[in-house]
């Protein structure tokens, strides 16, 4: 089986960067996806790594590191419509390559 | 394109009553995904298909729960009969695979179901 694990919660202030920490445990790993969900919304696609390293999107970058099963979501330059949760989900041969999703991190950005 | 499209958007129902959701995923997308997500247990996978065929439900949790996809642009996840701890938000997703680059799910906007 395939799992994962994330906090259940981080809070920022505006302006500030944060770091959404993401582990797995998994066979036949391929790559990590983030999702982010705003409340009521559906979840939408930011981010995949399927190599070591950094990728960066404006204000987002992931990081992978596959040796160490870890991954992680960093947030540049908050804005309260950052606030939202976040979703690591892993793609494995054990699980057919189908991202299995993580429980989520809600993010809450102060003022 | 519209992306994939979900009805009804919101269902309330009595407890026993058939609940229908329907689900146009995008065209051209060869996998089509049920989840159900809730407070307690996060997302979950019900169901996939791949070309119309379903591949893995090994998520649907119980007899009551059935999926159809009878065309490309088409499915349906049934409950019958319907039971309070049903209620949740029912997300349809579509991808195209994309091998090492990737398998983004395109999720719908959700049908929130209560049973009462």
């Known amino acids: 089986g395939q799992s994962l694990e994330q906090p259940s919660e981080v809070t920022a202030v505006e302006g500030a960067i944060v770091q959404i920490n993401c582990t797995y445990q998994?066979?036949?790993?391929?790559?990590l996806s983030w999702y982010q969900q705003h409340d009521g919304g559906a979840p939408t696609f930011l981010s995949y790594?399927?190599?070591?390293g950094l990728e960066e999107t404006g204000r987002f970058s992931s990081f992978l590191s596959r040796s160490d099963s870890y991954g992680y979501l960093l947030l540049q330059e908050l804005q309260m419509k950052d606030s939202a949760s976040y979703f690591c989900?892993?793609?494995?041969?054990?699980?057919?390559?189908?991202?299995?999703f993580g429980r989520g991190t809600s993010l809450i950005v102060h003022p | 394109d519209a992306g994939v499209i979900q009805s009804p958007r919101h269902e309330v129902t009595e407890m026993g009553q058939e609940v229908t959701l329907r689900c146009k995923p995008i065209s051209g997308h060869d996998y089509l995904f049920w989840y159900r997500q809730t407070m307690m247990r996060g997302l979950e996978l019900l169901i996939y298909?791949?070309?119309?065929?379903?591949?893995?439900d090994s998520g649907m949790p119980e007899d009551r729960f059935s999926a159809k996809m009878p065309n490309a642009s088409f499915s349906t996840l049934k409950i019958q009969p319907s039971e309070p701890r049903d209620s949740a938000v029912y997300f349809c997703a579509s991808s195209r695979f994309q091998g090492a680059t990737g398998n983004t799910i395109y999720f719908g906007e959700g049908s929130w179901l209560t049973v009462v």
């Open positions: 790594n399927a190599l070591d």
């Open positions: 998994t066979s036949g790993f391929y790559g």
């Open positions: 298909f791949n070309n119309n065929v379903p591949i893995d």
């Open positions: 989900a892993v793609r494995a041969s054990g699980g057919s390559y189908i991202p299995t």
